[in-house]
């Protein structure tokens, strides 16, 4: 029998949370229906007591044009838990500043606004993917590949 002796990364994934969904929508907006523009932020901190790393990105929508379809403010929030208990804070710290944490949160936040929105009876509307994260202590940035792109998934 083959026996697999790789060590399992020491951070995982424990929990997503939505502590904020505030969505709202436009009744006077008129066709053809307009999606918003919108900014994304991130921040990050850690909780010694719980040897966990909590990533929050806050997607909020940033257009006052009339012809908009819809105002939201949706804060999505990671829980990343560390397995080793003598070097958890230096291993969350440099966990903290790579893409991969904002990234995989990212796609539960991008699949809730689909689905959440799809829900009410507006167009399909898809935030775009983040190619990566401009990082700095605390906090980051999502960065988008091509504005042509943030519009034609704005428009599918």
Known sequence: MLKI???PHPVFLREVLYPRFEFKRNPSAKTPLQFPKFEITASSFMKDDDQALFIGI???????RKS????FDVLCMAVYECTDTEN????LNQFSTLDSPYTILWAYVREFM???IGQTGL???YLPLV??????????QGRVDDPKEVNFLRQR
């Not at 190619?131 to 906090?139: A, L, P, T």
């Open 68 to 71: 908009t379809a819809l105002s």
């Open 58 to 64: 806050n997607v909020k929508s940033k257009d006052k």
């Open 114 to 116: 689909s689905r959440t």
């Open 5 to 7: 002796t790789q060590n």
């Open 88 to 91: 958890f804070k230096e291993i």
């Open 123 to 125: 167009p399909e509307f």
């Open 131 to 140: 190619i990566g994260w401009v990082i700095e202590e605390g906090s980051a």
